[in-house]
């Protein structure tokens, strides 16, 4: 348990509260005598019961900021394999903290006692605590989910329903949707999502900025994703000093009777400080480094109709099978996958994922290498699952063009012959590529779209975020994963928490390249044998 306070329950025909000094939120037990927030009540089950959907009309999302735009709930999606759940990938054997288990618990019974409106508008609900993204940069999809645990801990401490609300690039449940309690082996599922409420701007907006301005009233958390919302004296405050900061705030501070709060701090790139925090609290699970990461997501999300749509036509095409596959991610657009100040064809290398470069010259020779890099260091790990010895690699990047190429270009008898020139070298880029392509069986999904960033992409149709979260889940189901710079594919296997892992590319600069933890060593690919390879 994270706190260590004595707790009174009474047993009544059942199980019953004792009100008297005590604030009670059914199953949520602090005393205002306390220093410390206590975290539910130990084993003090409730039922986990979703609430309905509120809307499951047709997208009417636009792709600029002059389309009328209107919030939808989507059903909860098709599961991988027909009849199963997502959350089936994680290990079974593994328990959530009591902590967490019992916030889940009541996390449910809240949302089914508050249905709709009800959560914000009846005096008797307890407050909220809403994660939100909404017209500004908040981050990638790591930088904005990687950071659940810590989320948990907050809402935790604070007695709050953590809630999660998104407008940018399009509200999140047009991409992920909480799980359906129906589904054979899901154990629980968090309804993160807002009521549709003209008041916060999650019902039908003429434009898209009409529904983001409505947060505006919604007071901040200090946060450390844009520094803003700070005073002078928070500005050097470390993730864990924040969350600590925020735990004040909003049990005996200014914000500790104010119904509805958002905030967007980043925090995973601080979980050695967090976990040590946690273990002192007496916690054993550090969950960031265990199983129950994956489990805490996956409770939380399962892919909307149309993504888990997708996912099944590509899982069917490329024959792919849940843990009996190699996903390898080249992550060729981030800012630190060159070095610092770098030029390419006039362009500032490091500014890629802002714009999509040409896909030739001196770019596509670097993006090239990189996935040859990528393929033998993904070999390396492979080898030692006879399983495997057969099996596709799912190749994946943030460069569609560098997919096409590797994929379907590269197996290509007439684009082959088109180019004759570029394969004249047989130690040439190319040259290497084609080995590579010929020795291991890979695959991938068509690319119909650039697979954009969320967060610095410009905007356009919802659908074309999609990818962003089909690799996600097919990185997710993967048996191994091999990932260089950035935290996308490392998200996934943080989820997996499969232990077949390589890391085969290190920032150019800055990043965590200089503070590797003795875990992150372990995951750097042998070059040496990698280099072995023959093609």
């Known amino acids: 348990m994270i706190s260590q306070f004595k707790v009174l329950i009474g047993l009544v025909g059942g199980l019953a509260f004792i009100i008297g000094g005590f604030n009670i939120y059914l199953g949520v037990i602090f005393s205002s005598n306390h220093e410390k927030i206590e975290p539910p009540v130990k084993n003090m089950k409730h039922v986990p019961t979703q609430e309905k959907n509120l809307r499951s009309e047709p997208n009417t999302h636009g792709n600029d900021d002059t389309m009328q735009v209107q919030h939808v709930h989507h059903n909860p999606g ?44 009846n005096p008797h609900a307890p407050p909220l605590l809403i994660r939100t993204c909404l017209n500004h940069q908040c981050g990638g999809l790591h930088d904005r989910l990687g950071n659940l645990p810590s989320d948990l801990y907050l809402a935790n401490q604070t007695q709050r329903v953590l809630l999660i609300h998104w407008w940018k690039p399009y509200a999140l449940d047009e991409f992920m949707v909480p799980p359906d309690l129906s589904t054979p082996g899901v154990k629980y599922s968090i309804d993160w999502r807002m009521p549709i409420m003209d008041e916060y701007g999650t019902s039908k907006c003429h434009k898209r900025w009409d529904c983001v301005k409505k947060w505006d009233k919604v007071p901040f958390l200090p946060d450390n994703v844009r520094n803003l919302h700070r005073t002078t004296d928070e500005e050097s405050l470390t993730a864990s000093e924040l969350l600590d900061r925020n735990i004040h705030n909003l049990t005996k501070g200014e914000l500790k009777d104010t119904k509805v709060v958002q905030f967007e701090l980043l925090a995973h790139q601080e979980e050695s400080s967090i976990q040590e925090k946690w273990k002192k609290l007496g916690e054993t699970d550090m969950i960031y480094d265990t199983p129950s990461f994956g489990k805490i997501f996956l409770a939380f999300f399962t892919p909307s109709k149309p993504v888990q749509k997708v996912i099944n036509h590509v899982m069917k095409e490329n024959n792919l099978v849940s843990q009996q596959y190699t996903a390898v991610h080249c992550r060729v657009r981030h800012p630190f996958a060159y070095k610092k100040g770098q030029v390419i064809d006039g ?58 190429y590797m994929v379907f270009n590269l197996t290509d008898p007439k684009y082959i012959s088109s180019h004759l020139e570029w394969f004249s070298d047989e130690k040439s880029t190319n040259s290497t590529a084609k080995k590579v392509v010929d020795k291991w069986k890979i695959v991938a999904r068509e690319q119909d779209s650039e697979n954009l960033h969320i967060d610095k992409a410009k905007m356009t149709n919802v659908e074309n975020y999609y990818s962003v979260f089909i690799d996600l889940f097919l990185g997710i189901h993967a048996k191994c994963v091999a990932y260089g710079v950035g935290y996308y594919a490392a998200f996934a296997r943080k989820i997996s928490k499969t232990n077949c892992v390589t890391k085969y590319m290190y920032e150019k600069y800055g990043g965590n390249r200089d503070n590797l933890t003795e875990e992150q060593k372990k995951l750097r690919c042998k070059f040496k044998e990698a280099s072995a390879i023959e093609l």
């Open 78 to 121: 098709e599961h991988y394999e027909e009849g199963k759940s997502h959350q089936l990938i994680t290990d079974q054997d593994h328990e959530l903290p009591t902590w967490v288990s019992d916030y889940f618990d009541w996390h449910a019974s809240i949302r089914k006692k508050f249905p709709g409106e009800e959560l914000f508008k």
């Open 347 to 404: 362009k500032y290398a490091a500014k890629a994922d802002r714009y999509v470069p040409y896909f030739g010259g001196e770019f596509k020779d670097i993006m090239v290498d990189t996935a040859i890099t990528a393929m033998k260091c993904a070999a390396t790990i492979t080898k030692k699952y006879n399983e495997l010895s057969t099996k596709p690699y799912y190749f994946m990047s943030d460069m569609s063009e560098l997919v096409d």
